[in-house]
């Protein structure tokens, strides 16, 4: 059974920055998503198998930066320059992909497993 765990969520200022993880039991196609209260959850980043291919919402783009490294080490989120609207719960996603795929994936219906979220709350 894969396993997504993620990690580093919590409160911050406006202007202030926190990164997130999410650790998985293998390899896959990951994404991160929000769902703030009473709204979709939508769609925040994704990174390919590879790592090569990248993807932003257009909400994030230029303060958010997704990475990973090698193997099975985990996926970051990094966000800076926070806002009062980035407060939500943040999932992580993953989908398994063909090794070294390139394919990154913005639709929650393309991903098969998904973390238990972690809560980001930024105070104006």
């Known amino acids: 059974q894969v396993q997504l765990v993620e990690s580093g969520g919590g409160l911050v200022q406006a202007g202030g920055s926190l990164r997130l993880s999410c650790a998985a039991s293998?390899?896959?196609?990951m994404g991160w998503f929000r769902q703030a209260t009473g709204k979709e959850r939508e769609f925040v980043a994704a990174i390919s198998w590879s790592g090569g291919n990248i993807a932003y919402g257009d909400s994030v783009k230029g303060r958010f930066t997704i990475s990973r490294g090698d193997a099975k080490n985990p996926v970051y989120l990094q966000m800076n320059s926070l806002k009062p609207e980035d407060t939500a719960v943040y999932y992580c996603?993953?989908?398994?992909?063909?090794?070294?795929?390139?394919?990154?994936?913005?639709?929650?219906?393309?991903?098969?497993?998904w973390g238990q979220g972690t809560q980001v709350t930024v105070s104006s």
């Open positions: 293998g390899r896959y196609a």
């Open positions: 996603a993953a989908r398994g992909a063909t090794y070294l795929s390139g394919s990154v994936y913005y639709r929650r219906s393309e991903y098969h497993y």
